[in-house]
């Protein structure tokens, strides 16, 4: 069974629209991790975010911000006035089960100037 | 220092050769991971060591074969590949996440820049 789903395989958005990245994910533990990563065409995953099950509090960081909601297990991603920069394929993990992590399929990112 | 290095950068071999991808952090990480991507798809887990014991191991054919010298450094040797077998390699490192009730929470793991392996 999928653990973590991102319905959405690739988006274009032109530069300083708002985008958002969905991750939706399926799990029984009620102690367990969600993460979003971003892979730039270098190829090397850079860590955006880590949050717990038991903090569901929105975070936002500069033009980032991530909605985490138990209710509907899910756990978005909002990127506002979106830069070239931006484009990436983004992954949602989780983690559960001791240091294994479970990758979406990822999200291609397309910002066009 | 927050960086994973990863070398070669790029690897190509031949079906009958033997090569070793190596990594390195110095983050006092005591888990270490090496994943296989192929192209539009998402990291697969290979191998995770937990201080420098390997404890899994996600059914990897033979022909790749992980080394952990030291808590610092990650080898994958390899030896008869496919060309299937060609991918980005990435390595990571993390926190060693436990279980039970006080479970750890810093295991985001922290990825190198990978070796693009050409197997012909």
């Known amino acids: 069974a999928q653990k973590v789903t991102q319905a959405q395989t690739e988006i274009s958005v032109v530069e300083k629209e708002d985008v958002t990245l969905d991750c939706v994910y399926e799990?029984?533990?009620?102690?367990?991790?969600l993460f979003w990563y971003k892979q730039p065409p270098s190829g090397e995953l850079v860590f955006l975010i880590r949050?717990?099950?038991?903090?569901?509090q929105n975070e936002i960081s500069g033009r980032y911000s991530w909605n985490f909601q138990k209710s509907t297990s899910s756990f978005n991603f909002t990127i506002t006035a979106s830069q070239v920069v931006d484009s990436a394929v983004y992954f949602c993990?989780?983690?559960?089960?001791?240091?294994?992590?479970?990758f979406g399929s990822g999200t291609k990112l397309n910002v066009k100037p | 220092d927050t960086e994973v290095t990863q070398t070669p950068k790029h690897l190509v071999m031949g079906m009958t050769n033997k090569k070793s991808l190596k990594c390195e952090q110095h983050?006092?990480?005591?888990?270490m991971y090496w994943y296989k991507q192929k192209a539009k798809k998402p990291p697969e887990l290979m191998f995770v060591?937990?201080?420098?014991?390997?404890?899994i191991n996600e059914s990897v054919p033979s022909r790749f074969s992980p080394e952990c010298p030291n808590s610092s450094l990650l080898n994958l040797h390899l030896h008869a590949l496919q060309p299937e077998d060609s991918a980005l390699y990435l390595c990571?490192?993390?926190?060693?996440?436990?279980?039970?009730?006080?479970?750890?929470?810093?295991?985001?793991?922290?990825f190198g820049p990978g070796t693009r392996l050409t197997v012909l």
């Open positions: 990571a490192s993390s926190q060693v996440a436990t279980s039970g009730p006080k479970r750890s929470s810093y295991n985001e793991q922290f």
């Open positions: 799990t029984r533990d009620t102690t367990y991790y």
């Open positions: 949050r717990n099950s038991f903090d569901e």
């Open positions: 993990a989780l983690s559960y089960n001791f240091n294994k992590f479970y």
């Open positions: 983050m006092g990480h005591r888990a």
């Open positions: 060591y937990s201080y420098e014991k390997l404890s």
